[in-house]
């Protein structure tokens, strides 16, 4: 059984191949919506007010694919824990879900 | 200049985060340190997308890197994990306060950030020799409760400002812990990676995160990063540090220029 450092390594290293998988072509997408659309009128403006015409107006449901790279970590840290406790290391596992927890929370502010 | 004008800013912030990538690496520092006040002051973008992108930037680094140190051995979870608890609550909270204030308020209190970063970057990085010849796997951190409470410490300040912190945490893990410099390097970047996940959600939330801006960004600095690595063996690094402080140095005085 490989430890939790591997495992957590792992499914770390997967994750974000498969997000910058998602996120170079997404990035292509993004940049034709902002170059044929609407996005793209004024969006100097919208830069220098702090406002992403992106998140606005509902363009794209794919903005959202901006939001997966913090959730590597909170996947990541119950994973881990997942880990911890099949080594029956259950404060570790009590940390590390704590950890999710704590990163699932803050993803609660995003949903809510 | 390019038509629409937000493109050649879009090549602009790409070609800039390459730049501060090659300089992050060769210089020992984190990027995004460097990344928030510098493309806060040379480019017309609101401070909050830049300080989202900027945690962006610290989490695609630690991401890149966690997986290494955690199969060399150089860091371990479990010590990781307690550090990375506290900063995550302290940058849960920074971010909450941080986002949507002031940017004169901002600009100002990130220009005061940096002028107590360089004299930490200037001195106590170098001074950090390795105190003790052990692994990561033999390393116990001594003093842990103090330390948890100065993670959280940092952890406000690396959410409320959009920089991973990697210049507070290294110190304070070889200083106070008692770590390896390599170790705490590594550990930092666990940290990190927990920190700034938690802070992004408070970002993203407040729709300060532009997919545009954030992947150029990402993408910039990754490339930066890498080539920086090649350049390491052949470039004098005092030289390099030296210009990081000044570059510091300026974006600092403008930050707090600016807010007045």
């Not at chain 2, 920089?163 to 940290?191: E, H, K, Q």
């Not at chain 2, 990676?193 to 959600?201: C, D, E, I, K, P």
């Not at chain 2, 990063?225 to 090649?230: L, V």
Request: proline fraction near 6%; hydrophobic fraction near 60%.
């Amino acid at each position: 059984m490989a430890s939790p450092d591997a495992e957590y390594a792992r499914s770390i290293r997967l994750l974000f191949r498969l997000v910058l998988a998602a996120l170079i072509p997404g990035f292509f997408w993004f940049l034709f919506l902002a170059l044929s659309g609407p996005t793209g009128t004024g969006l100097e403006e919208a830069w220098s007010q702090g406002e992403s015409p992106f998140w606005t107006g509902g363009q794209t449901p794919l903005v959202w694919i901006i939001a997966l790279p913090p959730l590597i970590p909170t996947l990541s840290s119950i994973y881990l824990a997942l880990s911890f406790f099949r080594a029956r290391r259950r404060m570790m596992a009590l940390l590390a879900l704590s950890q999710g927890g704590i990163l699932l929370g803050a993803m609660a502010i995003l949903l809510l | 200049m390019i038509e629409p004008v937000w493109l050649s800013w879009l090549l602009l912030l790409f070609f800039a985060s390459g730049a501060i990538g090659v300089v992050a690496v060769l210089a020992g520092v984190g990027g995004a340190v460097l990344f928030v006040p510098l493309v806060g002051t040379l480019l017309p973008l609101h401070i909050d997308l830049v300080r989202g992108t900027g945690l962006f930037v610290a989490l695609a680094g630690a991401l890149a890197a966690a997986p290494v140190t955690l199969d060399g051995s150089l860091s371990k979870v479990a010590t990781a994990i307690p550090f990375a608890l506290a900063a995550s609550l302290g940058s849960i909270l920074g971010a909450l306060v941080g986002v949507n204030q002031d940017p004169s308020t901002v600009r100002f209190l990130l220009g005061v950030l940096l002028l107590a970063v360089i004299p930490i970057t200037a001195f106590a990085t170098r001074n950090l020799a390795d105190r003790a010849q052990v692994s990561a796997e033999q390393w116990v951190p001594a003093h842990r409760g103090v330390a948890a409470i100065l993670f959280l410490c940092i952890g406000f300040l690396g959410g409320f400002f959009g920089v991973g912190a990697g210049w507070a945490n290294v110190p304070l893990l070889v200083a106070l812990c008692g770590a390896p410099l390599r170790v705490a390097a590594a550990t930092s970047g666990l940290i990190i990676l927990v920190n700034s996940a938690t802070a992004s959600w408070v970002y993203l939330a407040a729709g300060a995160v532009d997919p545009l801006i954030t992947i150029a960004s990402v993408a910039g600095m990754t490339f930066g990063s890498r080539f920086g690595a090649r350049l390491l063996p052949r470039v004098p690094q005092g030289v390099i540090r030296t210009v990081v402080l000044l570059l510091l140095l300026f974006a600092a005085l403008r930050s707090i220029l600016e807010a007045l």
